[in-house]
Nanobody, 125 residues
Framework: QVQLVESGGGPVQAGGSLRLSCGAS????????MGWFRRAPGKEREFVAA????????WYADSVKGRFTISRDNAKSTVYLQMNNLKPEDTAVYYC??????????????????WGQGTQVTVSS
C-alpha cells in the first residue's frame, strides 16, 4: 500500500511559480510511475503530468507543457511538480497519484491506484 501527502499549494499571482511536493510511504514507491492531476471548480479531475518509475520519461497535458515540470527523488520517496508562469485557469485542487503496478495508461485516472488528499492552488490575475 502507498500513502501520499501533498504540500506546497497556496495563493499566487499570475505569472508566479509554485512547487508542489508529494511524499510517499510504502516500499513500492520506487517501482511505480507517478502522476499529478487537478480538479478545477465545476470540472472533472484532469491529467496534468506523469513520470516513469525511473524518472527518465515524463508526459504532460498540452495545457501545461513548457510551464510545468514533473520530477522525482526516489531516495526521498517524493515526487514534485514545478509550476511556472501560472495562469488563473491553473486554479484547482492538485492531486498526487501512484500508478498501478502495470498501468495501461498514465494520462487517465484509471491508471492510478493510490491518491493523495489534494492541495489547493489559487492563481489570481
Amino acid at each position: 500500500q502507498v500513502q501520499l501527502v501533498e504540500s506546497g499549494g497556496g495563493p499566487v499571482q499570475a505569472g508566479g511559480s509554485l512547487r508542489l511536493s508529494c511524499g510517499a510511504s510504502g516500499r513500492t514507491f520506487n517501482s511505480r510511475p507517478m502522476g499529478w492531476f487537478r480538479r478545477a471548480p465545476g470540472k472533472e479531475r484532469e491529467f496534468v503530468a506523469a513520470i516513469s518509475s525511473t524518472g527518465r520519461s515524463s508526459w504532460y497535458a498540452d495545457s501545461v507543457k513548457g510551464r510545468f515540470t514533473i520530477s522525482r527523488d526516489n531516495a526521498k520517496s517524493t515526487v514534485y511538480l514545478q509550476m511556472n508562469n501560472l495562469k488563473p485557469e491553473d486554479t484547482a485542487v492538485y492531486y498526487c497519484a501512484a500508478a498501478t503496478t502495470y498501468p495501461l495508461t498514465l494520462t487517465s485516472r484509471t491508471g492510478y491506484e493510490y491518491w493523495g488528499q489534494g492541495t489547493q492552488v489559487t492563481v489570481s490575475s
